[in-house]
């Protein structure tokens, strides 16, 4: 059970989680430790809304992550959008845990693809009015900086800063920060199971067995 520090900067993660890996996992932790996040909300969206509907239905996809984070103690499951339904917007996410949290920094936690792509989100330019945003390097994807549209660099560099204003505001930086790379995608993970390949050290064991008893992504 996590112990809130009501100073301590908290983790927000967001995804379609379909199914969840170590790509998720490992990064995270890395930037609890980096940041001194209190924890990290892992949040599976019920409806991307700028991606494909996930092939696999939301509880089976909030099972997974559940127990894919159940034995790390800064991993919390946060259910809220999936309870809201419709498509999945971070703008209306924050909004509820700036309420719920009035005191911590908030620290929007996404891959360097998922950034990319930012100027196209709901309400974009609201996000750093509720939290930070934090990007991490993800392999195979758009290499940084130079690889954004105009609109993206020009955010990037407007609110780009330290990491000690992470701890003394509550919103309104972004940061980069380099963890380790695993070239893991939740794509290719479909695949594999499609074409009856393993999975094996992909994900944690706990998701494997999810996978096979639910018979999914068949
Ligand atoms: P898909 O292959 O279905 O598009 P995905 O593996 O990219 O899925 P998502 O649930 O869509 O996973 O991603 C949620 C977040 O996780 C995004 O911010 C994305 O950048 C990040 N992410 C996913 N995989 C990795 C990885 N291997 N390394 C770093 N970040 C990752």
């Given at each position: 059970m996590v112990i809130l520090d009501n100073r301590a900067p908290i983790g927000i993660y967001g995804g379609t989680f379909d199914p969840i890996h170590f790509g998720h996992l490992r990064p995270n932790l890395e930037l609890c430790e980096i940041l001194g996040l209190d924890h990290v909300r892992f949040i599976p969206a019920?409806?991307?809304p700028h991606k494909e509907k996930p092939q696999t239905q939301a509880d089976h996809r909030l099972e997974m992550v559940a127990q894919a984070i159940k034995e790390e103690p800064f991993f919390v499951l946060d259910d809220r959008e999936i309870k809201r339904g419709g498509a999945s917007y971070t703008i209306d996410t924050l909004k509820g845990l700036r309420r719920e949290f009035p005191d911590n920094p908030l620290c929007l936690l996404m891959?360097?693809?998922?950034?990319?792509?930012?100027?196209?989100?709901?309400h974009w330019?609201?996000?750093?009015?509720y939290a930070h945003i934090v990007v991490s390097h993800?392999?195979?994807?758009?290499?940084g900086i130079d690889g954004?549209?105009?609109t993206v660099r020009t955010f990037y560099l407007?609110?780009?800063s330290d990491r000690e204003m992470f701890k003394k505001s509550l919103c309104g930086s972004i940061r980069l920060e380099a963890v380790t790379q695993l070239s893991i995608s939740a794509t290719?993970?479909?695949?594999?199971?499609?074409?009856?390949q393993s999975?094996?050290?992909l994900m944690p064991e706990a998701v494997i067995n999810l996978i096979k008893y639910y018979n999914l992504y068949q």
């Open positions: 019920f409806l991307p891959g360097m693809d998922a950034f990319s792509g930012i100027d196209q989100w709901y330019q609201e996000i750093l009015d993800r392999p195979q994807t758009v290499s954004w549209s105009e407007a609110h780009q290719d993970v479909r695949n594999r199971l499609k074409n009856e999975i094996r050290f």
